[in-house]
């Protein structure tokens, strides 16, 4: 499968101070995109990457793709305690026979502490 | 407003029971999955449908059942077979084809216990 896998397992970092997740996956994609997840509930959208971006903005997130390497990373800079969640990547693309399966990885849960 | 349904957010079931969690979607989206988590633990792929009347087994899929009647539902089934249903159950949807905005919806999940 398209199953990406994140790292660190989890980060805690104090409040004002960047974090950066990594993402790895071993199959070619048409984009990757990273998830945030409050503790109980579903997973929301983040940011989306094609495989032709190498880096991408959103407010104060950043995430890079390097396609050679089949890695991504996502920074979140001036953290806040409402940062505190768990993060997830997830490569897009077929993964056999049109196939075009949504996996998830365990994630990096970060602790931003006040 | 377009988003994705679950229901119940809470369900409880005594051990040799099928139970049904209900996802429904009003967003046009062609594939819809299910997902089950475990405490302190990422997301594994139950199911997932492309098109109506078709769906695939995902990582996990013995002791679950799917169907895809209608474009906006994907019911789930957790049948007796499941040994350990105890988790919480997870639907998105998303456009699938290349080219379309793969962004995924979630619901806010189903916690389902066995009593």
């Known amino acids: 499968s398209q199953q990406g896998e994140e790292d660190p397992q989890a980060l805690s970092i104090q409040e004002g101070e960047n974090a950066t997740m990594n993402c790895s996956y071993k199959?070619?994609?048409?984009?990757l995109q990273w998830y945030r997840q409050n503790s109980g509930r579903g997973l929301v959208h983040l940011i989306l990457?094609?495989?032709?971006?190498r880096e991408k903005h959103s407010g104060r997130l950043r995430v890079t793709l390097d396609t050679s390497k089949k890695s991504s990373s996502l920074l979140i800079t001036a953290s806040r305690a409402a940062d505190t969640a768990s993060y997830f990547c997830a490569p897009w693309g077929d993964s056999g026979a049109g196939s075009y399966q949504l996996t998830f990885g365990k994630g990096t849960k970060l602790s931003v502490i006040p | 407003d377009g988003g994705i349904t679950q229901s119940p957010k809470y369900l409880f079931r005594k051990e040799g029971q099928n139970v049904t969690l209900s996802c429904e979607q009003n967003l046009n989206h062609d594939a819809m999955y299910w997902y089950r988590q475990d405490p302190g633990q990422g997301l594994r792929l139950i199911y997932y449908?492309?098109?109506?009347?078709?769906?695939q087994k995902g990582d996990i899929a013995e002791g679950y059942s799917v169907s895809r009647e209608k474009k906006e539902s994907f019911p789930l089934t957790v049948t007796s077979a499941q040994k350990n249903p105890t988790a919480f159950y997870l639907c998105?949807?998303?456009?699938?084809?290349?080219?379309?905005?793969?962004?995924?919806?979630f619901g806010q999940g189903t916690r389902l216990t066995v009593v």
């Open positions: 998105a949807s998303t456009a699938w084809r290349p080219g379309q905005n793969t962004e995924a919806f």
């Open positions: 449908s492309q098109i109506v009347n078709d769906f």
């Open positions: 199959t070619s994609i048409n984009n």
């Open positions: 990457i094609r495989s032709n971006e």
